[in-house]
């Protein structure tokens, strides 16, 4: 019986130290321009996996992308990034922002996992991932990102010679461990693999979501429109 009892408790404590509170993700958008990088709350750090231009960081929208993540306690063994090289030039409106997304990291094939720790219990927090391929092969890969129990959609990497890739937002509630995981799982018509341009953290506590930010600045515009109207 006590054998069981401390089977049960270290069981416990083994998934209380593995736990992540459930991610709420947004779709999905297709890259475009420098007002992508969201850029309001705190900024807890970035990663340009295997980018040579930011060595110093580069600046995008106020955010700064360094090649050596400069995120607290971020583990990224779990997928075992290896230089990626550039995935051909993008096509933004931004200098800055271009070289931040042309050159990442990649991994295997099966899914793998993102971990971050010493997290503030009760704090929201966002993450952002980018991917991006330019090259053009042909074949259409996309991956998803799950923390939690919620699994984000299809993140386009654009290696179809539709465009530009894509970048997804996600948000949760520290839970008490402080700690929280993210399994990226890729896919493919032909071969997949795991790829990441760009990622940051931001604590957002007390800032409204961005599906909010969006909804409200609708608002506002139609207020004005009409506001416009009785005027006339």
């Given at each position: 019986m006590k054998t069981a009892l401390l089977c049960v408790a270290v069981t416990g404590a083994l998934a209380a130290g593995a736990s992540a509170a459930d991610v709420t993700w947004q779709a999905p958008h297709t890259i475009t321009g420098p007002s992508d990088v969201y850029n309001l709350g705190t900024g807890k750090g970035t990663w340009a996996p295997y980018n040579f231009d930011a060595f110093s960081g580069i600046p995008v929208n106020g955010v700064s992308f360094n090649a050596f993540t400069d995120i607290a306690n971020f583990d990224n063994s779990g997928?075992?990034?290896?230089?990626?090289?550039?995935?051909?030039?993008?096509?933004?409106?931004?200098?800055?922002?271009?070289?931040?997304?042309?050159?990442?990291?990649?991994?295997?094939?099966?899914?793998?996992?993102?971990?971050?720790?010493g997290l503030t219990a009760g704090d929201t927090y966002l993450v952002q991932f980018w991917v991006n391929d330019g090259r053009n092969i042909g074949q259409t890969r996309w991956e998803t990102f799950t923390g939690g129990a919620n699994t984000s959609s299809g993140v386009y990497y654009g290696s179809d010679g539709s465009g530009l890739g894509q970048y997804v937002i996600g948000t949760f509630v520290a839970d008490g461990s402080g700690n929280q995981s993210f399994t990226v799982t890729p896919f493919a018509l032909d071969q997949s693999s795991i790829q990441l341009n760009a990622f940051q953290l931001r604590?957002?506590?007390?800032?409204?979501?961005?599906?909010?930010?969006?909804?409200?600045?609708?608002?506002l515009a139609a207020m004005g429109w009409a506001f416009r109207r009785k005027a006339v």
């Amino acid at each position: 019986m006590k054998t069981a009892l401390l089977c049960v408790a270290v069981t416990g404590a083994l998934a209380a130290g593995a736990s992540a509170a459930d991610v709420t993700w947004q779709a999905p958008h297709t890259i475009t321009g420098p007002s992508d990088v969201y850029n309001l709350g705190t900024g807890k750090g970035t990663w340009a996996p295997y980018n040579f231009d930011a060595f110093s960081g580069i600046p995008v929208n106020g955010v700064s992308f360094n090649a050596f993540t400069d995120i607290a306690n971020f583990d990224n063994s779990g997928i075992g990034f290896v230089d990626g090289g550039a995935y051909f030039n993008a096509t933004t409106s931004d200098a800055n922002y271009n070289l931040v997304i042309r050159s990442g990291g990649y991994g295997g094939s099966n899914p793998g996992t993102l971990s971050l720790s010493g997290l503030t219990a009760g704090d929201t927090y966002l993450v952002q991932f980018w991917v991006n391929d330019g090259r053009n092969i042909g074949q259409t890969r996309w991956e998803t990102f799950t923390g939690g129990a919620n699994t984000s959609s299809g993140v386009y990497y654009g290696s179809d010679g539709s465009g530009l890739g894509q970048y997804v937002i996600g948000t949760f509630v520290a839970d008490g461990s402080g700690n929280q995981s993210f399994t990226v799982t890729p896919f493919a018509l032909d071969q997949s693999s795991i790829q990441l341009n760009a990622f940051q953290l931001r604590d957002v506590t007390g800032v409204p979501e961005p599906a909010t930010l969006a909804m409200l600045g609708v608002g506002l515009a139609a207020m004005g429109w009409a506001f416009r109207r009785k005027a006339v």
